[in-house]
């Protein structure tokens, strides 16, 4: 039982009571808002729990999934063990699901769930990639679901936007997308200790930034009254305790890119102070320089020194993040670290180095020290200039403007101490100017996931991230030197996969010792090829031979590493990549085209049961149709009469309409190259021969035609041959291993439909109206397909196709749960 208000709820949950602002956020209902709060006031709590408050008393008109964007992947762990210790606590562990979303295998399948309250917790090139219809590290067939989900039915907190570059005007410009297309529900909470509204003003938002209602902090947030309760003066008394901290500054006597000076200085003011100092460097080179010197030093000493960045793969960076955040020996602990502290890491040092950096980044890392206000009279600051050298600063100024940093420069030099009272004081107007901005038409465009044909897809990397901040994803794995990785090597998970700067890693490739052991996925063929650094591009994934080096457990991502990589073995059930001819949705147990097509349509009632949609007809018409294709006569040659042991074919399954069969009955390919069962159900839906589709208007036929076609997210927009394809000897046409003219039988489709045998015509793939036969005088493909995103919205045509697509994953995967789905 839930306690009936939000004070209560809160307590519960966190076992403290609200500050008056978490609690007055609660009591306004969900819409889109600033939130302008200091670092250490309880930002997480107030909007997570806020939202969970608002589902349980006014579900319906309150977003069913929250999106917790992170700038920085070390805070992701954290936020989300904040969350999971909430939901426990409020016996929501079980009704609320809590993903992760950092690329690679994802076994919980968050997306085959469309109609359950979630939290997704992400970094900004993850969630943000996601929304833009080209995820990162992940897998290219499932971008439209996630894309769907991420931008239908969401609240979008975006945490820390200081730090997003690029990313913030993407965020502003799919708010201003989503307002004016028919996407469902969907809002955004912006939120900041140095929060400036005209950073949001881009050139399709910039009309509604004024009316955003803002949170922040009040003078009745702090100050006791006489009628409040002991509980009530308890947690004001702890705000103000915050608002006061004590934090003197003082300029340090090293300079940026001065090491050994930087690490003396370092350890002598640790050695006065002891316990935790904490040392913030731009950049992951500097930090492990850093990190080397103080070894160096620590060998007279006996303090712990700690080496923290985003370069780490998930379970080295826990650990060193537990190392951070653990009560620190006698002798103390020096944390070196980058901008990834700077938001949302719980940790409170007793001294703090930090480089000089733009104002706003300032502001969060002198958050880190003092936090709490409990150590007014032991703290200090110090802050680390730029050398005197005009070479020198532009060398050492990234990955900020030196504009920028001399303006924090400046402020800087006027203030002895950096606590938020002594803060609010400092006047700065941080201009935010947005290098790219992602306009409705590139959006649009981006709907479509066929890439062009060399392979290739657009590049969003500029709309999700600074590009000189651009990762890629890599991970190690051990096989015979001097062969190509086998095709059928599982494909990475989560905790095997490792952020590389795009630039550092097409060096790495580069060199003459690692140029072979380096691969990336062919998805078209099927198989692993060696990577040209000319074609390496950001969100990817990347296989290295554990030869190669490049990591180690304690320093992370590394260029100088040349030892061997330890490796992290795959869960034997993991499958291998994905290709375009794969169909691991119709291999598991036996079933025909009549019992898998009931039990998607009972599926797709149970989702439609949780969630109000107009098209629903449409679906249920498009899953009783979606697998007619299957009685193709390639499909069904593709499972085989009998094993290599002997065995024959089940007795009850020789007629030829198996949607399943076992993995081991099939052959290794289809014998059309590329072949897409899919295609041939959408091509004999278009012509209406089955009563139920006869009387449908253009409008819906097309709707139900694309829902058939994009079930597996391997045809959708455009029908176009691919390289590599089984042509036919007539020169008919053909496209994704349909010939012009192929035929499929008369099959039994459940729920007492029966589809009429049809020959298939692939004229629509041709520009202009059809000429001939049933489609005479019907717009091509390509242009009912444009209509109908352009119509419908694409973000809503996302989303109804992502809701058919669950109900068939979910069908799937309950007669086959010996193995994941992601088809």
Known sequence: MLPGDFRSFFHQATGSLPYPYQEKLATEAIRSRLIHIPTGCGKTAAVVLAWLWWRRIDATHTPRRLVYCLPMRVLVEQTRDNVTAWLKSLDLASKVGLYVLMGGEEAEGWDLYPEREAILIGTQDMLLSRALNRGYAMSRYRWPMHFALLNNDCLWVFDEIQLMGSGLATTAQLEAFRNSSTSVSCHTWWMSATLQRSWLKTVDYADQVDGLPLTQLQAEDANVDLEDNEDTRRTKEKLRQ?????????????RMGDIRALAKEVQTAHEKARELTLVIVNTVTRAREVYAELNKLKKKASFDVVLVHSRFRPEDRTKQISRLLAEPADHGRVVISTQVVEAGVDVSARTLFTDLAPWPSLVQRFGRCNRRG???????????????????????????ELEEMKAAQKLLNGLDDVGPKSLDDVQHQQPFEHSWVIRRKDFIELFDTTPDLAGNDIDIDRYVREVEESDVQVFWREWRKGEMPSPELPRPQRKELCSAPVGEFKQFVGERDRRDLAFRWDYLNRKWVKVDPSGIYPGQIYLLHAEGGGYSTEEGWSTAVKEPVPTISPEDSVPGEESNDDDRLSKGNWQSIAQHTNRVCQELEAILADLSIGEARQLKLAARWHDWGKAHEVFQSAIKQRLGDGRERPEDWTDGKIAKAPKEWWERQYRRKHFRHELASALAVLQQLHGALKSLPDGELNLLAYLV???????????RSLPGETIPPDGRRFARGIWDGDVLPAVDLGGEVMAPEVKLSLEPMELGLCEQGPLKGKPSWAECMLALRDSVGPCRLAYLE??????????????????PCDA
């Open 802 to 819: 992502s809701i058919l697509r669950a109900a068939d994953m979910r069908a799937s995967m309950k007669m086959n749960l010996q193995e």
């Open 242 to 254: 915050i608002r006061q901290a004590s934090k003197p500054l003082s300029p340090a006597t090293a």
């Open 709 to 719: 076609a994009a079930h597996h997210g391997k045809v959708r927009i455009s029908i």
């Open 374 to 400: 409990l150590d007014n009279n032991n703290c200090q600051v110090f802050w680390i200039d730029l050398p005197a050298g005009e070479k020198e600063q532009e060398k050492l100024r990234h990955p900020y």
